[in-house]
């Protein structure tokens, strides 16, 4: 397994510089010293490769458009994997992996991604693709989502609580991103606020049917969603997926598991059973994890059980 020894090294390579996490055997079956070592930089991240800095992709991206589109109002999003345009938030993790692994110059890989803008624009531009107008648009669109507690856009947004550092909201979901649902919009569409909520839970169970809750055998086993849907963290919302989260974690009997959301696109899960020195030491890399991931959320760990959600 390769592992990057300086962490903050990472926002220095250059855009020719690729490196992986590699791995042929599954983490739970490293020894603990094994698992020391991740604490110099494990992301959680599990498919994934750490590249160039996102910041400055960023900056690189909003410049592009901002000179193409300079009628449009492309700000910074409210983290560095983000993009907004009015009410629209667009995501860049794929679009940097993309640009970091393409090869291109970086005045060939801004045609193509001014061409990509060039049709997200219409979603921003027809408001129906954002927040639809109508109720029977909307209802089948809505999801729960989880996201930072210090996002602008929930100052008007319907939201409910979850954690000092995470808020849980619902939204409309699109093809290029999502927008937060307000209460102008569930005036709208005549429905209250808790019913958009149940609403959009459904859905969001509905497009977990198919889920996949990928298993590192152990000692100790860890269960990891990581689907990539922008939902993955928000399923700890969802007694069904709790449920199925400690059929897998809890042969020993108990009745509760620790559960990890440090980004948008991350969930891990563990048993209670979990030695102290394992346990504190993947709860320091979530704490990490929210610190440095796109998207990220809470530093925190949650013990849950199917009813249950209580911050630790």
């Known amino acids: 397994m390769d592992l990057v020894k300086d962490p903050l090294a990472i926002g220095s390579l250059t855009r020719s510089t690729t490196l992986k996490l590699s791995c042929d055997r599954p983490l739970a ?28 992709f960023s900056e ?11 009628a449009k109002r492309f700000e910074p999003g409210e ?22 692994q393409s090869g291109l110059s970086d005045d060939e890989f801004a045609k193509g991604l001014l061409n990509s803008f060039e ?23 809505l999801r729960l989502q989880l996201v930072s507690s210090r996002i602008d856009e929930l100052k008007s947004a319907i939201t409910f609580p979850f954690s000092d550092d995470v808020t849980s909201s619902v939204v409309v979901d699109g093809e290029n991103g999502y927008a937060y649902v307000r209460p102008e919009d569930a005036e709208r569409w005549g429905q209250t606020s808790v019913d958009l909520i149940e609403i959009a839970k ?5 497009a977990s049917e198919n889920l996949e809750i990928k298993v590192a055998p152990g000692p100790p086993t860890l269960a990891i969603i990581q689907t990539g849907d922008s ?21 020993d009997g ?12 991350f969930l891990i899960a563990w048993s209670t059973e979990t030695p102290k020195d394992i346990h504190d030491q993947l709860a320091a890399t979530i704490a990490m994890d ?19 959600i209580v911050p630790v």
Not at 119 to 141: C, F, H, N
Not at 202 to 206: E, G, S, W, Y
Not at 236 to 242: G, K, N, Q, S, V
Not at 254 to 265: A, K, L, M, W
């Open 202 to 206: 459904a859905n969001l169970v509905t």
């Open 290 to 308: 929210a610190q440095r991931q796109s998207h990220p959320l809470s530093r925190h760990l949650f013990r849950v059980t199917k009813a249950t």
């Open 29 to 56: 079956a490293f020894t603990r010293d094994d698992l020391n070592s991740l604490s110099l930089r494990f992301s959680f991240s599990l498919l994934s490769e750490i590249i160039l800095n996102i910041a400055d």
């Open 119 to 141: 049709q997200m624009i219409e979603l921003v531009e027809a408001s129906a693709s954002a927040i639809p107008e109508t109720w029977d648009e909307a209802k089948d669109r």
């Open 60 to 70: 690189f991206v909003l410049a592009r458009l901002r000179q193409e589109f300079p």
């Open 231 to 251: 939902y993955d963290a928000a399923r700890i919302l969802l007694p069904a997926i709790r449920e199925k989260l400690m059929e897998v974690l809890c042969e």
């Open 79 to 100: 983290d560095l994997a983000t993009i907004r345009c009015g009410e629209v938030v667009f995501g860049l993790t794929n679009l940097h992996a993309q640009y970091s």
């Open 254 to 265: 108990s009745s509760e598991i620790f559960v990890g959301v440090p980004n948008r696109d």
